[in-house]
């Protein structure tokens, strides 16, 4: 009896706190879901009174499309940098005995948080000045391409290290360059991995605030997630039809992404264990 | 198509390992050469330097007319098959095969068409299109052939070509193998670590030992002839009998039993010497009832390897192995004695092969004279018969 009761508290028990994780993380998601096609949003999630005159209103705003716009210039053009110089560095750290070497990839690894981080935000803000990369997307994209690039190798370097040497060596032995075998054979093989790297840069990019918030000074260049934070009505107060429906087009891209490339390249926790 | 010819090849890893040692070999044009070796004695170093996917230290390496010791694997001219096969996973079985041609620059008409030739000549027609993953083991192994063969390479080298089939496979593709090498007469070397597999593919065999060929010769001469006790015990799928015995007038004492010297050998071994004597499991025959020279014991263990079994005595301290053919066995507990064919007894000194003048020169004969420095041991006359 006492038994059976204890057991009963106990499922009552983890319903709850289960209820409570999962509307910690559904309630937001709800929102995001209702209130752009509610007419008068609020801070609440509730059934909407539907209308598509926020999405109107949206495309009436001068920045807000042109800033979707940049946000995937910026995304592609450091995924594009990223997976490039990642793909190189890999595959040379991976073939070639330095001493020191996982040293090094831990350092940079940890070094990296800083350089796209709050800590390093005034030398930062000083190099790009002197470079005169200030207000310019490539200054954007060198900066985000470098704080980056550590955690990308060392994601990529898992998948050179599970490549077997001979395929580079029977390409090497029918007179294939460095260059080519990379091209030919090493590059396709780790492609998931690829996938893997050019999906998560796009995601940092895409949700990366500090850098182009620092970096760009005239709002045409400026991309979503800067965007986001001048929706202010006259008032002063926040404009949450236009920040929710602005919100809900800011998500769809990563969204469909992540769809898109776990459908072509079949997503996996690649990495850990060695197919 | 050329021969292959190593002098004083050296190869020292970092940190002092010595994989290959001076090492002087020839394979003939159009020869079909096996690296026979247990793991770790070189002979994939061996393969991979004359690749060029490994330096040579020290020594050089020539192919036909061509030094090649310091050119990169892709302008050697040869064409590898690796033990993993290292097919090409995201190519299809065509764009493998037509890789080399893809790198030489070959349009794509003419690269496809050669690569679909080689395709049918290694009976792969109809898979052209498949991925690797796809395929059999045999499928792979011969894809993988075929990408070697597709360029015509000058030579043609085989890592451990068979140890990635299975046991009934592995025959198929050895034959397989040795009608492709005859007709293409292309200079092949292959490597592997198992001697039934040298014994029925080579023409002659390299048996090596930590970076040293311990004995060069052709599959008749390094099965009847081992050259030191290491090739002995190494070559032949049930183990030589090995056992000690001591020189006693024209005759060896050998486990109870009192042999006689090889008449080519007498003048070589002096009364009282302490020799090793060796003598095959299939070159002794059972017999029930006690005979001369023969080894006398208690039948202790009885194994059936098919059409024939190999019978254990208990001979004094000793083990003697004899193969018995079917329904001849005998039962565990049983006396039986094993008698010695003759001219089938060699004897060891110092874990080398004792060789009278007449032998060395048939076996120099055979060979060629530069091997006698790569580890043959060879009387001072036995060279001078080897150079008639």
Partial sequence: MNETVRE??????????????????????????????????????SLPEFTLHNFKVLMDNPYALASLRNSVLLAAGTAALVVACAALAAYALSRVRIP???????????????????????????????????????????????????????????FTDGTPVSYEEAARVFGAS????????????????????????????????LMPFLLLRNPDKAPASVIMYTFYTEGGQPDLALISTFSLLYSLPVVVMYLFVSRRYGFRFHGGIKR | MSA???????????????????????????????????????????????????????????????????????????????QDYALFPHMTVLDNIAYPLRIKKEGRARRHGAAAEAAEYLSLAGLEQRRPGELS???????????????????????EPLSNLDARL?????????????ELGVTTVFVTHDQAEALALADRIAVMEAGRIRQLGTPVEVFRR?????????????PMNLLPGRVCGGSVAVAGAVLPVPAEERGSVEDGESVVCGVRPEYLDFSDVPADGAFGGRVSVVEHLGAS?????????????????????????????????????????????????????????????GEAAAGRPVEPVAGDGGAE
């Fill in chain 1, 178 to 209: 460095p260059l080519q075998i990379l091209r030919h054979v090493v590059a396709p093989v780790i492609r998931p991995g690829l996938a893997t790297v050019a999906v998560w840069t796009v995601a940092q990019v895409w949700g990366d605030f």
């Fill in chain 2, 309 to 369: 079994s190999l019978v254990t005595l208990d001979v004094g301290d000793d083990r003697v192995s004899v193969v018995v053919g079917e329904d001849r066995e005998p039962r565990p507990g049983d006396e039986g004695w094993a008698v010695p064919r003759p001219g089938r007894v060699l004897l060891y000194r110092d874990g080398e092969l004792i060789t009278g003048a007449a032998e060395a020169a048939e076996a120099g004969e055979a060979t060629e004279a």
């Fill in chain 2, 137 to 159: 083991g045999g499928q792979q192994q011969r894809v993988a052939l075929a990408r070697a063969l597709v360029a015509h390479p000058r030579i043609f080298l085989l890592d």
């Fill in chain 1, 100 to 158: 020191g070497r996982d040293v090094l990839l831990y350092l940079l690894l940890l070094l990296s948080s800083i350089i796209t981080g709050t800590a390093a935000m005034v030398p930062v803000f000083l190099l790009a000045f002197n470079l005169h990369l200030i207000d310019s997307r490539a200054g954007v994209v060198l900066v985000l391409t470098g704080g980056l690039l550590p955690a990308a190798i060392f994601l990529l370097k898992d």
């Fill in chain 1, 8 to 45: 009963a508290l106990r499922r009552i028990g983890l319903a709850t706190f289960v209820s409570a994780v999962l509307g910690f993380f559904a309630l937001p998601l709800l929102w995001l879901a209702f209130a752009p096609f509610d007419a008068n949003p609020g801070i609440t999630a």
């Fill in chain 2, 170 to 182: 592995r025959l198929e593709a050895r034959t397989f193998l040795k009608r492709l090498q005859r």
């Fill in chain 2, 226 to 238: 081992p050259a030191n006790l290491f090739v002995a015990s190494f070559i032949g799928s049930t």
């Fill in chain 2, 4 to 82: 292959i010819t190593l002098r004083a090849l050296t190869k020292v890893y970092p940190g002092g390992v010595r994989a290959l040692d001076a090492l002087d070999l020839d394979v003939a044009d159009g020869e079909f050469f096996a690296l026979l070796g247990p793991s770790g004695c070189g002979k994939t170093t061996l393969l991979r330097t004359v690749a060029g996917l490994e330096t040579a230290t020290g020594g050089t390496i020539r192919l036909g007319d061509a030094d090649v010791t310091r050119l990169p694997p892709g302008r050697r001219d040869v064409g590898m098959v690796f």
